[in-house]
């Protein structure tokens, strides 16, 4: 009977599995803009809710989070590089790495703090204003639970495979890109690429022995 | 009582504006076309976060962890409708209908039912606020929010925004309260309860930031414009891609 069961409930997941890839691509090809962040902010809403050492600020689990389950929505490459700016052309590929891991770093670090306070929160996306073909589209969404309701918008752009990425975001209208640009110009112009890299890594460090 | 407060806000206006034309020439080449001022912000945001860490933050904190949480909520909703009083006027300043009457209903509601605004009565009742200042409603009629600023005590603000808080003090009914030592009580208790709300993004900030003080500027600035627009600002020139025109060669 055990066995039964639990063979059966390996078939169930492996036919899901299959389900879920077949869907995958299927949602990556004609999937709406707003669609795809219903989906995508709900899947890591409901991971949250799930896994209480996540909502505690458990950094390495947290890390594990981001890597399956935003990374994979993101182009985080153009994010590192329009907050970076003009300067992004002058650096190396080795130092365009080395920008993306310690940027990651810190949003990871800095927004982990702030997952104790998911709850009960669910996420109503507004109308979209798109033409069906556009490439880039403003995905409006509001955070709704205890209190006044949170803003939380997004910039997704088209990839070459036919997926959504997200490229910025804004949280009560404040864009995550625009507000790293001044700093990270601010650096460059004083103490050029690596100067900005070594900013980075430092406060990555601070903010690591902080959290200790 | 309100002549005095204007009188004192008017000879601390005219001070500000003359430290900042004083070190307003400080400014070189590399400036901030939305903050000429940055020399003199920059320092007095030095003086407000070191009185910030060695008073108010440990206050703050006190008194999220060691009061009732339904204490806290209580002092924090008589002072939203409180608010919500501003927000009535301001959206009726801003010709919005809707906005103006959802406002006054959620004052009234929440006054009478609510007990003087001590519980939220309005808002499970699906009345939704709009927060509103004089500062918005100069925006929303076309005003400039003109340089940054960096008030003492008060923080981040802007020109436009600063040039409306004698108006605000004015009409504020907890600065002028009568009895003297329930007013000094009341306004303590506003502050403490604005520090305690604000206490996870000003943790966040601190972490987030390579120069914490213009990351909280353009943070600042473009939440105000935001919140002018009511959370729907006509779109910018978008940021250019560097990394689009790098990555071009290898794609091809």
Same mark, same amino acid.
């Given at each position: ?88 052309? @002058? ?6 790495? *080395?920008?993306?891991?310690?940027? #990651?770093?810190? /949003? $990871? &670090? +800095? ?9 009960? @929160? ?6 979209? *204003?798109?033409?069906?073909?556009? #490439?880039?589209? /403003? $995905? &409006? +969404? ?71 | ?252």
């Amino acid at each position: 009977m055990k066995r039964f069961l639990s063979r059966r409930a390996f078939s169930a997941l492996a036919l899901s599995a299959v389900c879920a890839l077949g869907m995958g691509t299927a949602q990556a090809t004609d999937e709406a803009a707003d669609a795809f962040i219903k989906r995508v902010s709900s899947d890591i809403l409901d991971a949250i809710k799930a896994d209480k050492s996540i909502r505690n600020g458990d950094v390495n689990k947290i890390v594990v989070l981001v890597d399956q389950r935003v990374m994979p929505n993101v182009n985080f490459l153009r994010m590192t590089a329009s907050a970076v700016g003009p300067g992004w052309r @002058q650096a190396t590929p080795e130092q365009q790495k *080395r920008l993306q891991e310690e940027f #990651k770093v810190l /949003l $990871v &670090r +800095t927004y982990s703090g702030a997952l104790g306070q998911v709850g009960d @929160q669910n996420i109503v996306v507004k109308p979209l *204003r798109a033409a069906a073909d556009d #490439k880039e589209v /403003l $995905v &409006r +969404t509001e955070v709704r639970g205890k209190g006044d309701p949170i803003q939380l918008d997004y910039r997704v752009e088209k990839a070459a495979d036919g997926s959504w990425k997200v490229y910025n975001m804004n949280v009560m209208g404040i864009w995550l890109v625009e507000n790293y640009k001044t700093q990270f110009a601010q650096e460059i112009n004083a103490k050029g690429v690596d100067g900005l890299i070594a900013s980075l890594a430092e406060r990555n460090k601070s903010n690591a022995r902080a959290s200790k | 009582m309100m002549q005095m407060v204007c009188k004192r806000w008017g000879a601390y206006v005219a001070l500000l504006v003359f430290v900042a034309l004083g070190t307003g020439c400080a400014t070189g080449p590399n400036a901030n076309p939305k903050d000429p001022l940055e020399p003199m912000n920059r320092s007095i945001s030095t003086f407000n976060d070191t009185l910030d860490d060695n008073v108010l933050k440990p206050v703050a904190t006190g008194y999220r962890d060691y009061t009732p949480q339904f204490l806290q909520t209580g002092v924090s909703n008589f002072f939203r409708n409180l608010s919500d009083v501003l927000s009535t006027v301001n959206n009726g300043l801003q010709l919005k209908g809707h906005d103006t009457a959802e406002s006054f209903m959620r004052v009234t509601v929440n006054t009478v039912f609510g007990i003087y605004g001590i519980f939220d009565v309005a808002t499970p009742i699906g009345l939704e606020r709009h927060p509103e200042d004089f500062g918005q409603t100069l925006g929303y009629w076309g005003v400039p929010d003109g340089p940054y600023l960096v008030l003492p005590l008060f923080g981040p603000s802007t020109v436009r925004d600063s040039s409306v808080l004698p108006l605000e003090f004015a009409l504020d009914p907890v600065s002028n309260h009568d009895v003297t030592a329930e007013r000094n009580v009341a306004v303590a208790t506003r502050i403490v309860d604005k520090r305690s709300s604000l206490l996870k993004t000003t943790n966040l900030l601190s972490g987030a930031a390579i120069d914490k003080y213009s990351f909280t500027r353009d943070g600042y600035l473009q939440f105000r414009r935001n919140q002018v627009f009511d959370g729907n600002p006509p779109d910018d020139e978008q940021l250019e891609d560097p990394s689009a025109v790098t990555d071009a060669p290898s794609a091809k």
